[in-house]
């Protein structure tokens, strides 16, 4: 059964900085793709990076150049570093896992997903 498990939200300044984690069981970190998403108040859930085998990463326009995706194979673990932090960063943060390889930001792709952690940013 492939767990996963969110954790590093919080509040922060405008500009400041976050790392979040996924730790996951049940499944290779290094095997597939697994990605973030995100979801405000109000919007749908949008996939803003994503990490496939062979360590190839892709990230949305929102958050190119700010965010870097990473994983530890021997902590089973994915992370987000997010820098310079803006408000319109507000939203639940999602980690997710898929069967595939693939370098899609599409919601379908993934099966397994966390139950999220929150990310607040203030101006």
């Known amino acids: 059964q492939v767990q996963l498990v969110e954790s590093g939200g919080g509040s922060v300044q405008d500009g400041g900085s976050l790392r979040l984690s996924c730790v996951i069981s049940g499944y290779t970190v290094s095997r597939y793709c697994m990605a973030w998403f995100r979801q405000a108040p109000g919007k749908l859930r949008e996939g803003i990076a994503v990490i496939r085998d062979g360590g190839w990463t892709h990230y949305d326009g929102s958050v190119a150049g700010r965010f870097t995706i990473s994983r530890d194979a021997a902590k089973n673990t994915l992370y987000l570093q997010m820098n310079s932090l803006k408000p319109e960063d507000t939203a639940m943060y999602y980690c997710?896992?898929?069967?595939?390889?693939?370098?899609?930001?599409?919601?379908?792709?993934?099966?397994?997903w966390g139950q999220g952690t929150q990310v607040t940013v203030s101006s």
């Open positions: 997710a896992t898929s069967d595939w390889s693939s370098l899609s930001l599409s919601r379908g792709t993934y099966m397994y």
